[in-house]
């Protein structure tokens, strides 16, 4: 059975990380790290605080889409979910990345 991954890259202005499920969709994804050291500062940060309910932040964007911001301890977004349809398919995103963050695996893309 495939695994859920980080995926690290590098493009414009840094570094950044993809949470993938595991069927391959993207669920989570990254600010723009300066290093890559920072961007897996950032795995571990999403590791430790994707179990916790209370650290999702369940927004609506302008255009009626749902989606999720993923918080720190100290309340900065570690990560952003993609855009959904229905406020049940944000609940399903949440839920998987709740389930596969802690034990997904990382993947360097970008050497």
């Given at each position: 059975?495939?695994?859920a991954k980080?995926v690290?890259?590098?493009?414009?202005?840094?570094?950044r990380f993809n949470?993938?499920?595991?069927?391959?969709?993207?669920?989570?994804?990254s600010?723009?790290?300066?290093?890559?050291?920072?961007a897996?500062r950032?795995i571990?940060?999403?590791?430790k605080?994707?179990?916790?309910?209370?650290?999702?932040?369940?927004k609506?964007?302008?255009?009626g889409?749902?989606?999720f911001?993923?918080r720190?301890a100290?309340?900065?977004?570690i990560?952003?979910?993609?855009?959904?349809s229905?406020t049940?398919?944000?609940?399903?995103?949440?839920?998987?990345?709740?389930?596969?963050?802690?034990?997904?695996?990382?993947e360097?893309?970008?050497?």
């Amino acid at each position: 059975m495939a695994k859920a991954k980080f995926v690290i890259e590098k493009g414009k202005g840094g570094f950044r990380f993809n949470l993938l499920s595991t069927n391959s969709e993207p669920i989570l994804h990254s600010e723009r790290y300066n290093t890559k050291d920072s961007a897996k500062r950032g795995i571990k940060s999403v590791m430790k605080h994707a179990g916790d309910t209370a650290n999702y932040q369940e927004k609506k964007a302008k255009n009626g889409q749902h989606y999720f911001n993923l918080r720190a301890a100290n309340n900065r977004v570690i990560g952003t979910s993609e855009m959904y349809s229905s406020t049940a398919a944000r609940k399903n995103g949440i839920q998987a990345v709740q389930r596969v963050a802690a034990g997904a695996e990382i993947e360097d893309r970008s050497k």
